[in-house]
């Protein structure tokens, strides 16, 4: 049996997966993130509080059953703050850490703004918060896990070997860099202390409890086109981002996946760097950025937006095998007359048959758009009152919207957000687990 649903990104980033993982999660079990770290940021708002997690999975807010699996990289100074400011707000901690996830150390950081800095125009635009080098660790092999964190006597030695290469490595472009192994080793072994209590097997814990029927919610932290192998490379992050992460990440293998859910917003947003086909560069980009509170959640930089890309999407759906559809952020596009969706890409004079992967190539395509009426401002109560009246109070024009996106898409549209709050939702299908 198995009541296992996923919910990713289909765009750039920030479509609203806390919102609908913590959704979601009110009839869950477990939620588990299976990718990333603390360069997510996925906000909740419930019950009058807003949750803004880095590396936590969104059930938290729930005090629901918490897994941070294998497939992440964890700064245990971050996991530790965020576990302090659950505590703050009086919210039972139920967590699990994967032994077998790998350790941001304070060199990662550093390697990151110096990578940035090397890559020049190929440059990501990343948080700076060690996550590429952190990877790159893993996939050389000499990356340290949670079980090393743990384990003082055995991070010691692997923690030395790592730190004097890095040193040479990080002194060829800043001569005065000086990091101290004993600090460092210090340092973590106080956070292996804290955090042992929660470290585990969780490939195997969650294999059990998938297999005995409990509700899981995978949370995938960044979405498919900042994906490692099938997203805007070099340009996105250094995980698998999006439903193909999930067995990888958390050992449930593929055969055991029982529902994916895509989740878009009405328009796109990317924060960082590389051609976005879409992009708005006009007051109307003012405009949305600002109805749609488009900063960074973690690093607060504005977000670049532009129509939505349903070319790209449509890609996403058919790398992933999405099963339904969850559209956000309608009420923030309210005023904007018209709105447009781009349906395909132009490259020298042909309409291309799929989306072309490779940045070079996007970067010389046109995108093709369909026009649609917008639908007048409101304030949060009218929405919050849409929002409870269900599908049928939407503004007409609305309607036409999304019924065009599931046409194009040619999928099932579950659930519809029209606000950041958790009751600012309208279900078109209930059927989650
Ligand atoms: P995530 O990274 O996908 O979890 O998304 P973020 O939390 O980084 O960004 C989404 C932002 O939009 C957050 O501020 C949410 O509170 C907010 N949000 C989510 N859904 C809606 C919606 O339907 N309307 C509005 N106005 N805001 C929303
Ligand atoms: P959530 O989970 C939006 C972007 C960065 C940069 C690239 C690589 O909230 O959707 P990294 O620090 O991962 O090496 O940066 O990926 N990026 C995100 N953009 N939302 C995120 O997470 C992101 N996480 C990373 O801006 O372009
Ligand atoms: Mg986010």
Redesign the pocket.
């Known amino acids: 049996m198995n009541n296992n649903v996923a919910i990713f ?1 289909l765009s750039w ?7 609908f993982v913590d959704y979601f999660a009110q009839r869950a079990d477990i939620v588990v993130r299976y990718n990333g770290g603390n360069n ?6 419930a019950d009058g509080i ?1 949750y ?1 997690f880095k590396i936590m999975p ?1 059930g938290a807010a729930l005090e629901k059953e918490c897994i941070i699996a294998n497939g992440c990289v964890v700064d245990p100074k971050v996991l530790l703050e965020e576990i302090d400011d659950l505590k703050k707000l009086n919210k039972k901690i139920n967590l699990k850490l994967s032994s077998t996830a790998h350790v941001i150390f304070p060199f990662h950081r550093t390697l990151d703004a110096l990578e940035e800095v090397m890559k020049g125009k190929y440059s990501a635009g990343t948080t700076k918060r060690g996550i590429g080098p952190t990877y790159s660790d893993k996939a050389s092999r000499w990356g340290l896990r949670i079980f090393d964190l743990i384990n003082p006597e055995i991070m010691r030695p692997k923690l030395d070997k790592l730190l004097s290469i890095k040193k040479k490595l990080i002194k060829v472009y800043d001569p005065d860099w000086n990091d101290n192994l004993e600090s460092i080793f210090e340092e973590y072994k106080s956070y292996g202390e804290l955090l042992k209590p929660y470290v585990i097997d969780t490939a195997y814990y969650l294999n059990k409890l998938n297999d005995s029927g409990k509700k899981i919610v995978f949370e995938a932290a960044q979405d498919n086109l900042l994906g490692l192998d099938h997203g805007f490379y070099p340009f996105g992050t250094s995980s698998n981002s999006n439903a193909l992460g999930i067995s990888a990440g958390t050992g449930i293998p593929p055969t055991k996946i029982n529902k994916i859910f895509g ?1 878009i ?1 009405a328009y796109t947003s990317r924060v960082g760097e590389g051609k976005f086909p879409t992009e708005l560069v006009d007051d109307t980009a003012e405009r949305i950025r600002e ?3 488009e900063y960074g ?1 973690v690093t607060g930089r504005p977000r670049r937006v532009g129509w939505l890309d349903l070319f790209n999407i449509k890609y996403g759906i058919m790398i992933n095998g999405v099963d339904k559809i969850i559209l ?5 596009l309210e005023g904007i007359d018209p709105i447009k969706i781009c349906t395909g890409y132009e490259l020298n004079g042909r309409i291309l048959e799929s989306w072309p992967i490779q940045h070079e190539i996007i970067e010389k395509c046109i995108p093709i758009y369909k026009s649609f009426q917008g639908w007048k401002a409101r304030t949060r109560a009218e929405w919050l009152e849409i929002a409870q009246k269900g599908y049928d109070a939407l503004p007409e024009t609305m309607k036409t919207y999304i019924q065009s996106i599931k046409e194009e898409l040619g999928m099932d549209i579950a659930f519809l ?4 709050d958790r009751l ?1 939702t309208i279900v078109l299908d209930n059927d989650i687990f």
């Open positions: 990104g980033g920030d479509e609203g997966k806390g919102k997510a940021g996925h906000t909740i708002n807003k803004k969104s989740i917003k109805q749609g509170h959640t956000t952020l309608l009420d923030a957000s029209i606000g950041p600012e």
